[in-house]
Structure formats: C-alpha cells, structure tokens
C-alpha cells in the first residue's frame, strides 16, 4: 500500500484485540475510530435491530476517515465496499481464546463498563449466549474470511497479521 489509508476494518476472532488496534490505529493515523459495540448494544445487552446497525455503519462509511474495530456478518458489505485497507488479525486459537477468557473474567470481577453502560458477569460467561461459545462457533468462519479477503484479486488490501508481534511491528513503522 503505497498511500496512507484512511477507511481502516480492523477484523479478527473474537477476543484477538480488535478494539484495542483499531484505538490504536485511529490515534496513530488522526483518523476517527468507532467502537462497533457501541454501534450495536444498547444498554441492558439490548441489541440493535440490523437494519439501524447497517444505517449507523453506512453513516460512518460514507465519511472520507474512520476506523471500525469490527464488522459484523449483516453488514459487512458496508464497510468492505469503501475500505482501503484491512487489517486482519488471524491469531492461533489458544492466544485469542486465552485473551478473552482474561479480559472477560477480568471485566466481570472489576465491574468494568464495556458499552453503552453494560457489564460482562461471570454468570455470562457460563450462559449459553456466552461470548466464549461465540469464539468456538465464529472462529473458523471468521478466519477463512479473513484468508480470503487477503488472496481475493479485488476488494480493499489487507494486512493479515498471525501474531500480535506482527501488528505491533507494523503499527511501530507506518
């Protein structure tokens, strides 16, 4: 990538650090960043119907700067159909499901608000909604996205990172 991006989809498995480099990124780049939970939770882990979620990416993607730590499979086409770059975080299964596990046990002891005023609890964790039975069943998906956005002729370019090593290095020296 020869110019500096500034429409920047930050994707992965759950629980790679998606949030935590797309902060990065905007604050590298001066370029707005967007927390999709913020996007798409309400308070009381009230989700947003899809088709305002798809309104409220369309908004951000119309602009000519954002970064957005996430896309979610009802609209991805958004931000996929203006991005000039995605950044692709494409971890073994053990780092992200590990990094999860801590983050969310941490969250839930500390109390620590995550969006728009909602906690994560240990009874969550243990619920059949958990967002760990949502790693198991996204992860696979999500990787082989990620593969073939990056060997796909057309599209945005993307950055397919397979250790945090990697991103680091590359946030380091853009």
């Avoid at 110019?3 to 935590?20: C, D």
């Avoid at 590298?28 to 305002?52: A, K």
């Avoid at 500390?110 to 005023?117: L, P």
Wanted: with cysteine.
């Amino acid at each position: 990538m020869t110019s500096r991006p500034a429409r920047i989809l930050v994707y992965g498995v759950t629980g790679s650090g998606k949030t935590t480099l797309a902060a990065r990124i905007g604050e590298r780049f001066s370029l707005p960043w967007h927390s999709v939970d913020d996007l798409t939770w309400e308070p009381g882990w009230v989700e947003v119907p899809p088709p305002v979620q798809r309104e409220r990416i369309a908004a951000i993607c119309a602009g000519d700067a954002w970064v957005l730590d996430s896309a979610y499979g009802s609209w991805l086409d958004v931000p996929l159909g203006t991005a000039d770059l995605v950044v692709g975080l494409d971890y073994p299964r053990w780092l992200s499901l590990g990094r999860l596990l801590r983050r969310t046990v941490r969250r839930s002891v500390a109390g620590t608000v995550v969006c728009n005023g909602n906690r994560e609890s240990l009874k969550s964790l243990l619920s059949r909604d958990s967002i760990v039975v949502w790693h198991f069943r996204s992860f696979a998906r999500k990787r082989a996205r990620m593969r073939s956005w990056q060997a796909a002729p057309h599209g945005p370019a993307v950055l397919l990172f397979r250790s945090p090593g990697e991103a680091e290095r590359w946030l380091r020296t853009v």
